[in-house]
């Protein structure tokens, strides 16, 4: 078995994975609660060091890259946005300082937009996967999420993409609003339903918002029903906007399963062509096309 030489990291908000590979090889992994959004700039190496510490071999320097939101102006070390169009990956990384000799840590840049004002941390690195395991694939990229993001990809360039509160939202309103109490459970026909209304009359989201409140105190609507209508219409709204993106393009889904396929299943309703693609096998894809621009680190630390 070959020698792992080499820590990829994926450093969400509330999220913290990694996995030790010999090239494209995954030998281990592991994964904490620790994400950006729980740490000061001084937590950032030992979050690291306590998933990693074993993989670290005495007297050797091991190179570590990481994409996300440890490149924020929160996070370990600020990785300066790049101006679309461009690449998902540029031709350079940015250095993270580390106390521990054994870690030679650098962060993927995130992507920015001018005008509409975007940004984007992370889901560059999913696109430069996708690339690498569809080479020539021009369409738009759909990444689903706490801030989902479309993204118009053509000659291998991320031409423009635009970015959705709806996953936060929908968290917001289930969890902290009144429809709270209406929810449980989840019903694809309610789901169905709620992304046929928002997709075609998004201008009355809010007021139906209220309606599935308003239908649980007065008809007993089923919790499941509520639920699904509730993501379904926040979806259909975003579809809605999201228009120009989608109309006679080729869709590619990236996200975790459960999300993707509520995405999938609001978008077939419309003919559009999809098809789904695994989050975190999409981020090691573009982890392991962003190491050719590590620098190299034969040197053993200094003692």
């Not at 620790?34 to 993989?55: H, I, S, T, Y």
């Not at 521990?100 to 984007?120: E, F, N, S, T, Y």
């Not at 906007?241 to 889904?253: D, E, F, S």
């Amino acid at each position: 078995m070959s020698r792992a030489d080499w820590i990829a990291v994926d450093w969400g908000t509330s999220h913290l994975r990694v996995w030790q590979l010999s090239g494209d090889q995954v030998f281990r992994q592991a994964q904490s609660d620790q994400g950006m959004g729980v740490l000061a700039r001084a937590g950032f190496e030992p979050a690291l060091l306590a998933l990693v510490q074993d993989w670290l071999p005495e007297g050797q320097v091991t190179p570590v890259l990481a994409c996300g939101m440890v490149g924020s102006r929160q996070g370990w070390a600020e990785a300066q946005y790049r101006a679309v169009p461009c690449t998902p990956l540029g031709d350079a990384l940015a250095p993270a300082p580390a106390r521990d000799l054994r870690l030679d840590v650098h962060i993927v840049p995130g992507l920015k937009q001018p005008r509409p004002a975007d940004v984007m941390r992370g889901e560059e690195t999913q696109v430069a996967g996708f690339l690498k395991r569809h080479p020539g694939w021009d369409g738009v990229i759909c990444l689903p999420g706490t801030h989902s993001k479309w993204v118009h990809v053509s000659a291998g360039e991320v031409v423009s993409f635009q970015t959705f509160l709806t996953g936060e939202m929908f968290a917001l309103l289930s969890e902290q609003s009144v429809l709270r109490h209406s929810l449980g459970g989840w019903d694809a026909a309610g789901f169905a339903d709620g992304a046929a209304q928002g997709m075609e009359r998004p201008e009355r989201l809010m007021a139906r918002l209220f309606t599935i409140r308003a239908e649980s105190l007065l008809d007993g609507l089923d919790a499941g029903v509520a639920r699904g209508r509730l993501s379904g219409l926040m979806i259909g709204a975003e579809l809605a906007a999201a228009k120009p993106y989608w109309l006679g393009q080729r869709v590619a889904l990236i996200g975790s399963e459960a999300v993707a396929q509520a995405y999938a299943t609001a978008l077939q309703a419309l003919s559009v062509p999809v098809t789904l693609h695994d989050v975190t096998e999409m981020t090691l894809a573009g982890l392991c096309a962003a190491r050719a621009l590590l620098p190299k680190t034969e040197q053993p630390c200094v003692n």
